[in-house]
């Protein structure tokens, strides 16, 4: 018999005895197998959780880039988007809340006529309470521009999303009208009140600053009372007309008084020397007042104060005015006068540069030399005097006051 012609029963048995012969693959401990439509694969330990990190790892980074790119946008950016959304989702509820009243059919339960009084009154309010926000958001200090935005989330949350009235009878329209309308006046007054209350914490804020600045310059012993006219402003009189003006109108009047002294007491301090000369931490190896003389050992009058620094070290005008003197001056070495207006004046001594000139306008920080050692002087540092009327008086006094104001400007 042919090859061809062997029955099919002996490929069955040969199959089936192979398989009967073959012995069972041992599964080893601890591996995972996935099976499907009859083809398995099978992982071992390392392997399977190596590509569960892998799919944990991916899922991670996923959601941070994820994250990135949702909030990489700048914050003033998504305020400024946000408060827009919400002025229009106000807006359109105003329009469907208006179109609800006109739907609705019965006169006998409901008066159209003071629904649409009431609302048009409501809208005309938060018309108003925008324009006092936008007022205060143009005022610089940072306690009025951040209250802005929970105003407006305030009143868009606080409006209902009106629906057809369906089945409902009119009575239940009517009560349900009556509660938007008075959720939403009951936001326009929380509204007011927090406009009110940021107008206090500015006003407390400007006259607690204000009475801090007169305080400093009453123990300086200058006057509180010449501040400087501010440049580029003017015209005629025109008395304000408070009687008639809102509570809003007035509050902000006393605000914008409150900043004027404020302004008025900043620029009175820039001419008054209350920095410091040199950067950073001060080191007084001389203070002001009789000491005694490094070169002659006896009793001598200190007119200044010696604070030590480097070879080159930057010298900073301690407040703006003009130069006076710029030059060596005997025992002073290499020196600079700085006259601030009101009879202030500084001079910085013993420079071993001098980075101005006579008649320079120089502003609060300006570099007008370097720090050396000219004249009679023992070593690299700075003579610092402060003078009053031409007497000379305790730098200390001065920078005393700058740190009782904080960095004021």
Known sequence: MSRSSRPAYGNHYDHAHRNRAQPARRVAPGSYTFGHSGWQIRFGPVVFWGIVGGLVIMAGWSLVAATYFAFREDVLARLIARQTHMQYAYEDRIA??????DRLASRQLVDQEQFEQKLESLVRRQSILESRAATLSSLPDPIA???????????????????PGGGLGAKAK???????????????????????????????????????????????????GSAPKPAGAGGPFVPARLAEASAFERQLYRVQLARTQVDALARTLVAVPV?????????????????????????????????????GEPVRATAAGTVTYAGWQGGYGK???????????????????????????????????????????????????TRVEGEAVDPQKFLRAGLQLGGAP
Not at 96 to 101: A, G, K, N, S, T
């Open 174 to 224: 009517a009560a349900g009208m009556e509660a938007a309308l008075a959720r939403l006046e009951m936001s326009l007054n929380r509204v007011e009140t927090r406009q009110s209350a940021t107008l206090n914490a500015l006003e407390e804020s400007y006259d607690a600053k204000a009475r801090r600045m007169r305080g400093v310059l009453t123990d300086l012993g200058l006057d509180t």
């Open 145 to 163: 521009t951040g209250s802005i935005k929970p105003w407006r989330a305030g009143i868009a949350e606080s409006l209902p999303s009106p629906t």
């Open 335 to 385: 020196m600079i006068e700085i006259d601030h207006g009101n009879g202030l004046a500084t001079r910085y001594a013993h420079l071993s540069a001098i980075e101005v000139r006579v008649g320079d306008k120089v502003r609060i920080g300006h570099t007008v030399g370097l720090l050396g050692s000219t004249g009679r002087s023992t070593g690299p540092h700075l003579h610092y005097e």
């Open 96 to 101: 469907e809340l208006r179109m609800q009243i």
């Open 275 to 311: 920095r410091k000369p040199i950067p950073g931490e001060v080191d007084m190896t001389s203070g002001f007042g009789v000491r005694v003389d490094p070169f002659l050992h006896g009793a001598a009058m200190h007119t200044g104060i010696d604070l030590r620094g480097d070879e």
